[in-house]
Protein backbone atom coordinates (compact mmCIF):
# COMPACT_ATOMS: atom_id res chain seq x y z
CA UNK A 1 0.00 0.00 0.00
CA UNK A 2 1.37 3.41 -1.08
CA UNK A 3 1.15 5.76 1.41
CA UNK A 4 0.37 9.37 1.15
CA UNK A 5 1.42 12.33 2.50
CA UNK A 6 -0.98 13.72 4.49
CA UNK A 7 0.84 17.54 4.74
CA UNK A 8 0.63 17.85 0.46
CA UNK A 9 -2.66 17.08 0.99
CA UNK A 10 -3.43 19.62 4.21
CA UNK A 11 -1.63 22.09 1.97
CA UNK A 12 -3.89 21.12 -1.04
CA UNK A 13 -7.30 21.74 0.82
CA UNK A 14 -5.93 25.35 2.39
CA UNK A 15 -5.09 26.80 -0.97
CA UNK A 16 -8.20 25.22 -2.52
CA UNK A 17 -10.35 27.25 0.19
CA UNK A 18 -7.85 29.99 0.17
CA UNK A 19 -7.97 30.30 -3.53
CA UNK A 20 -4.80 32.03 -3.04
CA UNK A 21 -0.91 30.90 -2.19
CA UNK A 22 -0.27 34.25 0.08
CA UNK A 23 -2.79 33.45 2.31
CA UNK A 24 -2.89 29.39 2.49
CA UNK A 25 1.30 30.25 2.95
CA UNK A 26 0.49 32.35 5.57
CA UNK A 27 -2.35 30.06 7.55
CA UNK A 28 0.02 27.47 7.37
CA UNK A 29 3.53 28.89 8.62
CA UNK A 30 4.96 27.72 5.44
CA UNK A 31 6.77 29.97 2.11
CA UNK A 32 5.08 30.01 -1.13
CA UNK A 33 7.53 27.98 -2.57
CA UNK A 34 7.80 25.22 -0.83
CA UNK A 35 3.90 25.34 -0.90
CA UNK A 36 4.06 25.64 -4.83
CA UNK A 37 6.46 22.69 -4.57
CA UNK A 38 4.10 20.56 -2.15
CA UNK A 39 1.28 20.78 -4.84
CA UNK A 40 3.40 20.36 -7.84
CA UNK A 41 4.58 16.81 -6.11
CA UNK A 42 1.01 16.04 -5.32
CA UNK A 43 0.10 16.39 -8.78
CA UNK A 44 2.52 14.87 -10.46
CA UNK A 45 1.87 11.83 -8.18
CA UNK A 46 -1.81 11.80 -8.85
CA UNK A 47 -0.69 12.30 -12.42
CA UNK A 48 -3.74 14.52 -12.53
CA UNK A 49 -4.04 18.59 -12.26
CA UNK A 50 -5.79 19.46 -8.84
CA UNK A 51 -5.73 23.96 -9.25
CA UNK A 52 -6.36 25.88 -11.97
CA UNK A 53 -3.46 28.79 -11.60
CA UNK A 54 -3.86 32.64 -13.15
CA UNK A 55 -1.85 35.28 -12.27
CA UNK A 56 -4.72 36.98 -10.07
CA UNK A 57 -6.85 33.65 -8.55
CA UNK A 58 -6.15 29.88 -7.84
CA UNK A 59 -9.20 27.79 -8.26
CA UNK A 60 -9.90 23.94 -8.35
CA UNK A 61 -10.11 21.54 -10.88
CA UNK A 62 -13.03 19.16 -11.06
CA UNK A 63 -10.90 16.63 -9.82
CA UNK A 64 -9.61 19.24 -7.04
CA UNK A 65 -12.97 19.93 -6.39
CA UNK A 66 -13.98 16.44 -5.94
CA UNK A 67 -11.13 15.69 -3.88
CA UNK A 68 -12.02 19.02 -1.79
CA UNK A 69 -14.96 17.61 -1.06
CA UNK A 70 -13.77 14.33 -0.15
CA UNK A 71 -11.22 14.92 2.49
CA UNK A 72 -11.82 18.97 3.56
CA UNK A 73 -14.73 18.18 6.23
CA UNK A 74 -12.20 14.76 7.77
CA UNK A 75 -9.18 17.47 8.46
CA UNK A 76 -11.64 20.00 10.18
CA UNK A 77 -12.71 17.07 12.08
CA UNK A 78 -9.39 16.02 13.03
CA UNK A 79 -8.63 19.70 13.96
CA UNK A 80 -11.51 19.91 15.51
CA UNK A 81 -11.03 16.76 17.80
CA UNK A 82 -7.09 17.84 18.89
CA UNK A 83 -9.27 21.60 20.09
CA UNK A 84 -11.32 19.11 22.64
CA UNK A 85 -8.25 17.13 23.75
CA UNK A 86 -6.30 21.00 24.07
CA UNK A 87 -9.27 21.92 26.25
CA UNK A 88 -8.93 18.69 28.65
CA UNK A 89 -5.93 20.80 30.06
CA UNK A 90 -6.82 23.06 33.38
CA UNK A 91 -7.33 26.18 31.53
CA UNK A 92 -9.87 26.51 28.55
CA UNK A 93 -7.50 27.37 24.93
CA UNK A 94 -8.41 27.38 21.38
CA UNK A 95 -9.63 30.14 18.65
CA UNK A 96 -13.17 31.21 18.56
CA UNK A 97 -14.19 32.71 14.39
CA UNK A 98 -16.41 35.31 14.92
CA UNK A 99 -17.90 37.62 11.80
CA UNK A 100 -19.17 40.48 12.49
CA UNK A 101 -20.12 44.90 11.99
CA UNK A 102 -17.54 47.17 13.54
CA UNK A 103 -19.91 48.89 15.54
CA UNK A 104 -21.12 46.14 17.20
CA UNK A 105 -17.86 44.95 17.46
CA UNK A 106 -16.37 47.96 18.68
CA UNK A 107 -19.57 48.89 20.77
CA UNK A 108 -20.58 45.22 22.21
CA UNK A 109 -18.35 42.36 21.47
CA UNK A 110 -15.09 43.46 22.54
CA UNK A 111 -15.92 45.39 26.10
CA UNK A 112 -17.86 42.37 26.75
CA UNK A 113 -15.42 39.84 25.86
CA UNK A 114 -12.10 42.26 27.43
CA UNK A 115 -12.64 40.29 30.79
CA UNK A 116 -12.98 37.11 29.55
CA UNK A 117 -9.93 37.32 27.64
CA UNK A 118 -7.84 38.43 30.21
CA UNK A 119 -8.13 35.86 32.20
CA UNK A 120 -7.76 33.30 29.84
CA UNK A 121 -4.75 34.09 27.43
CA UNK A 122 -5.13 30.57 25.31
CA UNK A 123 -8.55 31.46 24.53
CA UNK A 124 -8.22 33.61 21.32
CA UNK A 125 -10.85 35.36 19.16
CA UNK A 126 -10.22 35.93 15.57
CA UNK A 127 -13.02 38.88 14.25
CA UNK A 128 -13.83 39.10 10.29
CA UNK A 129 -15.29 42.81 9.74
CA UNK A 130 -17.97 42.23 7.19
CA UNK A 131 -21.38 43.45 6.17
CA UNK A 132 -22.60 41.24 3.78
CA UNK A 133 -24.24 37.81 5.28
CA UNK A 134 -21.91 35.31 5.05
CA UNK A 135 -22.03 31.61 5.51
CA UNK A 136 -20.41 31.17 8.50
CA UNK A 137 -20.56 27.05 7.82
CA UNK A 138 -18.98 27.08 4.71
CA UNK A 139 -16.23 29.80 5.34
CA UNK A 140 -15.75 28.12 8.71
CA UNK A 141 -17.23 30.40 11.52
CA UNK A 142 -17.70 29.79 14.54
CA UNK A 143 -20.25 32.53 15.03
CA UNK A 144 -21.66 35.43 13.55
CA UNK A 145 -23.82 38.35 14.12
CA UNK A 146 -26.24 40.44 12.94
CA UNK A 147 -29.78 41.85 13.45
CA UNK A 148 -31.81 39.43 14.86
CA UNK A 149 -34.60 39.25 11.86
CA UNK A 150 -32.41 38.57 9.19
CA UNK A 151 -31.15 35.35 11.03
CA UNK A 152 -32.04 31.84 9.13
CA UNK A 153 -34.60 29.85 10.99
CA UNK A 154 -32.08 26.65 11.44
CA UNK A 155 -29.64 28.72 13.42
CA UNK A 156 -29.30 29.26 17.50
CA UNK A 157 -29.78 32.52 18.26
CA UNK A 158 -28.67 34.74 21.15
CA UNK A 159 -29.32 38.04 22.49
CA UNK A 160 -26.75 40.38 22.77
CA UNK A 161 -28.39 43.70 23.74
CA UNK A 162 -32.04 44.87 23.70
CA UNK A 163 -34.17 45.79 20.81
CA UNK A 164 -32.90 48.56 18.62
CA UNK A 165 -34.19 51.88 16.65
CA UNK A 166 -33.40 53.19 13.34
CA UNK A 167 -32.73 57.35 13.44
CA UNK A 168 -32.52 60.00 10.64
CA UNK A 169 -29.56 61.94 11.71
CA UNK A 170 -28.35 65.02 9.71
CA UNK A 171 -26.09 67.86 11.02
CA UNK A 172 -27.42 71.74 12.39
CA UNK A 173 -25.90 73.16 9.60
CA UNK A 174 -27.34 70.73 7.02
CA UNK A 175 -31.07 71.83 8.33
CA UNK A 176 -29.82 75.52 8.49
CA UNK A 177 -30.26 75.31 4.86
CA UNK A 178 -32.84 72.51 4.19
CA UNK A 179 -36.27 72.38 6.45
CA UNK A 180 -36.54 69.23 8.16
CA UNK A 181 -38.39 66.39 6.52
CA UNK A 182 -42.63 66.16 8.39
CA UNK A 183 -42.83 62.85 7.11
CA UNK A 184 -40.85 60.04 5.08
CA UNK A 185 -41.85 60.77 1.99
CA UNK A 186 -40.33 64.03 2.54
CA UNK A 187 -37.10 62.35 2.35
CA UNK A 188 -37.29 62.13 -1.17
CA UNK A 189 -36.47 66.03 -1.75
CA UNK A 190 -33.07 65.70 0.59
CA UNK A 191 -29.30 64.98 0.11
CA UNK A 192 -29.69 61.39 1.71
CA UNK A 193 -26.68 59.33 2.67
CA UNK A 194 -27.07 56.29 0.60
CA UNK A 195 -25.49 52.29 1.89
CA UNK A 196 -25.32 49.91 -0.61
CA UNK A 197 -26.18 46.47 0.36
CA UNK A 198 -22.67 44.04 0.07
CA UNK A 199 -24.48 41.12 -0.35
CA UNK A 200 -27.10 41.81 -2.74
CA UNK A 201 -25.21 45.11 -3.86
CA UNK A 202 -28.80 46.85 -4.03
CA UNK A 203 -28.95 50.58 -2.26
CA UNK A 204 -30.55 49.84 1.02
CA UNK A 205 -34.34 51.33 1.27
CA UNK A 206 -35.46 53.08 4.09
CA UNK A 207 -38.10 51.69 5.47
CA UNK A 208 -40.62 53.57 8.41
CA UNK A 209 -43.57 52.38 10.61
CA UNK A 210 -45.73 54.43 12.67
CA UNK A 211 -48.88 53.21 14.07
CA UNK A 212 -49.25 49.91 11.95
CA UNK A 213 -48.20 52.09 9.15
CA UNK A 214 -45.67 50.87 7.22
CA UNK A 215 -43.48 53.09 4.65
CA UNK A 216 -40.42 51.82 2.00
CA UNK A 217 -38.36 55.07 0.40
CA UNK A 218 -35.92 54.92 -1.70
CA UNK A 219 -33.87 58.10 -1.10
CA UNK A 220 -31.03 59.56 -3.43
CA UNK A 221 -28.24 61.62 -2.60
CA UNK A 222 -24.66 62.26 -3.89
CA UNK A 223 -22.91 59.66 -1.48
CA UNK A 224 -23.07 55.75 -1.56
CA UNK A 225 -20.89 53.79 1.53
CA UNK A 226 -20.96 50.05 2.39
CA UNK A 227 -19.82 50.54 5.77
CA UNK A 228 -21.46 52.64 8.68
CA UNK A 229 -19.16 54.78 10.07
CA UNK A 230 -18.53 56.50 7.05
CA UNK A 231 -21.74 57.47 7.19
CA UNK A 232 -22.11 58.73 10.12
CA UNK A 233 -18.72 60.80 9.15
CA UNK A 234 -20.70 62.42 6.06
CA UNK A 235 -23.44 63.48 8.50
CA UNK A 236 -21.72 64.71 10.61
CA UNK A 237 -19.87 67.10 8.01
CA UNK A 238 -23.20 68.54 6.85
CA UNK A 239 -22.84 66.17 3.80
CA UNK A 240 -26.93 64.47 3.91
CA UNK A 241 -29.08 62.75 6.06
CA UNK A 242 -27.96 59.58 7.28
CA UNK A 243 -30.03 56.40 8.31
CA UNK A 244 -28.80 54.16 10.48
CA UNK A 245 -29.40 52.38 13.95
CA UNK A 246 -30.05 55.30 16.95
CA UNK A 247 -27.31 54.01 18.65
CA UNK A 248 -24.35 54.82 16.08
CA UNK A 249 -25.28 58.18 15.93
CA UNK A 250 -25.46 58.35 20.10
CA UNK A 251 -22.25 60.47 20.66
CA UNK A 252 -23.02 63.21 17.79
CA UNK A 253 -26.36 63.61 18.71
CA UNK A 254 -25.90 63.80 22.90
CA UNK A 255 -23.13 66.63 21.67
CA UNK A 256 -25.35 68.40 19.32
CA UNK A 257 -23.37 67.50 15.93
CA UNK A 258 -26.43 65.89 14.63
CA UNK A 259 -30.09 66.63 14.47
CA UNK A 260 -32.46 63.88 14.62
CA UNK A 261 -35.56 63.64 12.30
CA UNK A 262 -39.01 61.36 11.86
CA UNK A 263 -38.41 59.75 15.60
CA UNK A 264 -41.74 59.03 15.86
CA UNK A 265 -42.05 56.85 12.36
CA UNK A 266 -38.40 54.56 14.30
CA UNK A 267 -40.35 51.95 15.53
CA UNK A 268 -38.71 49.08 17.52
CA UNK A 269 -36.91 46.18 16.01
CA UNK A 270 -35.10 42.91 17.36
CA UNK A 271 -31.26 43.96 17.94
CA UNK A 272 -28.01 41.87 17.89
CA UNK A 273 -28.03 38.50 17.99
CA UNK A 274 -25.00 35.77 18.04
CA UNK A 275 -25.90 33.14 15.76
CA UNK A 276 -23.86 29.81 15.86
CA UNK A 277 -25.20 26.36 13.50
CA UNK A 278 -27.78 24.35 15.71
CA UNK A 279 -25.80 21.09 14.91
CA UNK A 280 -22.45 22.47 16.14
CA UNK A 281 -21.27 21.05 19.42
CA UNK A 282 -19.71 24.43 21.07
CA UNK A 283 -16.23 24.27 22.42
CA UNK A 284 -15.33 24.74 26.09
CA UNK A 285 -13.77 28.29 24.34
CA UNK A 286 -16.41 29.11 22.24
CA UNK A 287 -18.92 28.62 25.53
CA UNK A 288 -17.24 30.79 27.76
CA UNK A 289 -17.24 33.56 24.74
CA UNK A 290 -20.93 32.73 24.48
CA UNK A 291 -21.95 33.32 28.18
CA UNK A 292 -19.96 36.54 28.55
CA UNK A 293 -21.62 38.22 25.59
CA UNK A 294 -25.11 37.09 26.48
CA UNK A 295 -27.52 40.03 27.33
CA UNK A 296 -29.55 39.64 30.24
CA UNK A 297 -32.73 41.81 30.25
CA UNK A 298 -32.73 43.83 33.18
CA UNK A 299 -35.57 42.58 36.03
CA UNK A 300 -38.03 45.24 36.44
CA UNK A 301 -39.11 45.70 40.03
CA UNK A 302 -42.79 46.33 40.78
CA UNK A 303 -43.73 49.63 42.91
CA UNK A 304 -45.85 49.14 45.56
Request: proline residues 6%.
Amino acid sequence: MVKRNLNDLQYFVTVAREGSFTRAASLLGVTQSALSQAISGLETRLDIRLLTRTTRSVSPTAAGERLLNAIGHRFDEIHAELDELTEMRDKPAGTVRITCGEHVLRTTLLPKLTPLLLEFPEIKVEFDINYGFRDIVADRFDAGVRLGDTIDKDMIAVALGPQLRMAAAASPAYFAKNPKPKNPRNLVKHNCINMRMQTAGGIYVWDFERRSQKLNVRVDGQLIFNTSPSMVDAAVASLGIAFLPEEEFAPHLENGRLVRVLEDWCAPFPGYYLYYPSRKQPSHAFSLVLDALRWTAPSITKKR
